[in-house]
């Protein structure tokens, strides 16, 4: 069964976002990696509230790495030319990207039990982490069903929350000039970065499934 005719099977074919959404996207995920590989320079500053964290190492580096491997990883599987040409491509790297998320998702967790910003911090990242975790795997675990129209919703899900260390870092720089301290701002932060993201997600979706309920 290849991958139109599984979705078809669902009764309605994939929808995808426009062309301009995907090449925004592509470039500000690949903008971040970069930039957060930083991390893995010795000489190189960070931020206080991470460098104070308490589960710091080793859990940091961990995640970092695999956050980098999937935001580079994640907006290759929604591009449809690139998934009806290279199917098993995008099979492999749909479970290379899932391998980033759960290992991001386990260190994130550690490193939210570790935040040195206080139990708001904690709970934001925190449940960030967890529910990461569960988008993705739920997303593999339908296309392992092959249910594959359930897997995309699922997938859409889990790469808003990978796009938390996007509009997190769109975030940081406001907060910076707002008067608001610095402990305030990463606490708010913490749940701005991807609550949004989800609605969005949700929204999305909602719209999408709207003729077909209507139906």
Request: aromatic share 10%; with cysteine.
């Amino acid at each position: 069964m290849n991958h139109v005719t599984g979705s078809a099977m669902q009764g309605r074919p994939m929808r995808t976002f426009p062309t301009w959404m995907l090449v925004a996207t592509t470039v500000l995920s690949v903008l971040v990696a970069l930039v957060s590989l930083r991390y893995f320079v010795p000489t190189v500053p960070m931020p206080p509230s991470i460098a104070a964290n308490g589960f710091r190492h080793p859990w940091l580096l961990v995640h970092v790495a695999a956050a980098v491997a999937a935001l580079l990883l994640g907006p290759a599987q929604f591009f449809p030319t690139l998934r009806a040409r290279f199917p098993l491509q995008h099979r492999w790297t749909g479970r290379a990207y899932v391998l980033g998320c759960t290992v991001g998702g386990i260190s994130g967790l550690m490193l939210a039990l570790g935040a040195s910003t206080g139990a708001v911090t904690t709970l934001g990242f925190g449940t960030l982490a967890v529910a990461w975790l569960t988008t993705t795997l739920l997303a593999w675990r339908r296309a392992v069903q092959r249910r594959f129209v359930q897997h995309q919703a699922w997938m859409i899900r889990s790469f808003a929350l990978t796009l938390a260390a996007v509009t997190l870092r769109l975030y940081l720089p406001i907060a910076a000039v707002l008067p608001v301290s610095d402990e305030g701002s990463y606490q708010a932060i913490s749940f701005l970065c991807w609550v949004p993201n989800i609605i969005l997600a949700e929204l999305y979706l909602r719209r999408r499934n709207a003729p077909l309920r209507k139906a």
